[in-house]
């Protein structure tokens, strides 16, 4: 479904990503994890479309990725905007109107009636049924999450981008953000790119993680190498309770992957 081929990505003469080549089938869940600033959120940002690549190729069903947002991609991130004089469900209409697009966000008529009729009809599959007329003001950090989820997936994308969408919820409530992100991916046969800072949750949720990180550094030019995807491993529903049997039996070399990541916690 995607392929990359030598993907570079810079910002002057700051080297991000270099070189990266992948391929993600349909229907996988890829993790993504790596040092703070090692270029997560570019490459997600890169596959919504609201980032260009600076050479090389970045190819959903072997064509150029637009260079917009559309409706076949949808996103999440850690921290959101919604308008506050909305409710939840007008919140969630509102988005179709804007996925359309140069249109003002407005729907009317009969585009309007489909869009309501798919808003609660997501609204009940994030487990918001009961919220349709809560301001965003009355929701929880985790409620909040729930209508980012719906937000993303009106317009049916096949792409679900995710970049640390729980990174602020508390444990308790992201177990059941986990559970809910499980099932939307199985029901809505989605392919999934997930950014987290925490091992445990890529280990658990994804098919397959990635670890970004650079492979060479020039200690007088920090800016000067990019990080590619130094570690693609098999994962997926391992509890964190069998994580540490699985990194001494299957990955012995995961000293590397924590150094990898100890800038982050
Ligand atoms: N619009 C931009 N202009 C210049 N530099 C940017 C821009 N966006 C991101 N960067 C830089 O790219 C690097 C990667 O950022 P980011 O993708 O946000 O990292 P991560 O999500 O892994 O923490 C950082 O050094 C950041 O400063
Ligand atoms: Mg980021």
Redesign the pocket.
Known sequence: MITIKNLW?Q??D?V?LEGINIEVKEGEFVTLV????????????MLLGT?AVSKGELLLDGKPIPSEPGADRGIVFQQYSVFPHMTALENVIATRGFQRKGFSGYLFGKKYRQAKVEAIELMEQVGLAHAHDKYPSELSGGMRQRLAIAQALLGKPRILLL?EPFGALDPGIRADMHQLVLKLWREYELTVFM?THDLHEGFFLGTRLWV?DKMRVDPHAP?AYG?NITYDLPVGEIHTGELEKIENDVYPSKVDLRQALSSQQ
């Open positions: 990505k910002y002057g700051t991000v790596g040092a703070s600033g090692c270029g997560k959120s570019t490459f997600l940002n980032e970049d950014v970004f800016n990080a």
